[in-house]
């Protein structure tokens, strides 16, 4: 013991969790924290993709419909969505395809419905469904669980990757629905691999970057950092290179931002981060 402060200070962020401090990562950042220790962490770098979607099921029957969108690979499915709701209350998801030739669903695996029972993961392997076996190689995982914040969690797991030709995988896109109660409302996160668009089709929700936060930045006493530009050129031997996403004084594009599920406007604060330069 050399009874001076502690800081710790993480460029680490989760896809994953409520956003409301109860996740077993944010509690573990927010036991780092107390007297003489803080605990940094970053917002996060997904302010400019669309990863959170939320809809309030005011009627039955009702559907929360969204598109996935792979930024790395075109017409393949490769990512993860966690879902929660607002109550303890069972609700249901499926994985579906989507025919933009015929406007319409082709495909949709068997309905899964949560369960606070903690039960094993439901796997579909796609060498076992006629249309997925015949178009796709790879699974989809489903699991649910009830989270220490009394609220319904259903995390949905894909890597599907076309066998069919990438002309054919091209008239696809993938999707997820959901079915909950009334007075329910489902807030969805996704990985930073795979954007929730709606592809300008009716009903089908288009996601934002408005929340699409670090879930371990929300714990108790955690300081959230986001990025701001203090430099937007780096010289080399060629000469400089620009980068210009972002301009001088302003909060660097990708820095993540929004209102946890605490009501607490997120990142607490912000420091250099755009194109630093160090030995």
Excluded at 119 to 127: C, S
Excluded at 177 to 183: D, F, I, K, Q, T
Excluded at 195 to 223: C, F, H, R, Y
Excluded at 254 to 278: K, L, W
Aim: net charge negative; hydrophobic share 35%; with cysteine.
């Amino acid at each position: 013991r050399v009874n001076r402060p502690a800081v710790v200070n993480m460029s680490l962020s989760s896809n994953v969790g409520p956003r409301d401090g109860t996740s077993m990562l944010s509690q573990a950042m927010a036991n780092v924290t107390g007297k003489g220790r803080v605990c940094v962490l970053s917002i996060g770098n997904d302010g400019f993709l669309r990863l959170k979607a939320r809809k309030h099921f005011a009627a039955e029957p009702d559907t929360l419909r969204t598109f996935l969108e792979n930024l790395y690979k075109a017409y393949v499915a490769n990512g993860e969505v966690d879902v929660w709701a607002d109550n303890s209350k069972p609700y249901k998801a499926q994985l579906v395809v989507y025919d933009r030739t015929k406007n319409a669903v082709v495909y949709g695996t068997e309905w899964y419905e949560t369960t606070a029972a903690d039960d094993d993961p439901v796997t579909i392997n796609a060498a076992d469904d006629a249309f997925l076996g015949k178009n796709y190689t790879g699974e989809i995982n489903f699991a649910s669980a009830l989270g220490d914040n009394g609220k319904m969690e259903l995390y949905v797991n894909f890597d599907l990757q076309y066998t069919c030709t990438k002309e054919e995988a091209s008239n696809y896109y993938f999707g997820l629905r959901y079915v909950a109660s009334a007075g329910t409302t489902l807030t969805a996160w996704s990985s930073t691999s795979t954007q929730l668009v709606g592809n300008g089709k009716t009903g089908w929700l288009e996601g934002s970057p408005d929340g699409a936060i670090s879930d371990m930045a929300t714990g108790a006493g955690v300081i959230s950092v986001g990025s701001y530009v203090t430099k937007n050129t780096i010289p080399h031997l060629e000469g400089e290179a620009n980068y210009n996403k972002s301009s001088m004084g302003d909060i660097m594009y990708s820095s993540s931002y929004g209102i946890d599920e605490n009501g607490v406007s997120q990142p607490m604060i912000t420091a250099p981060g755009y194109m630093v330069v160090s030995a």
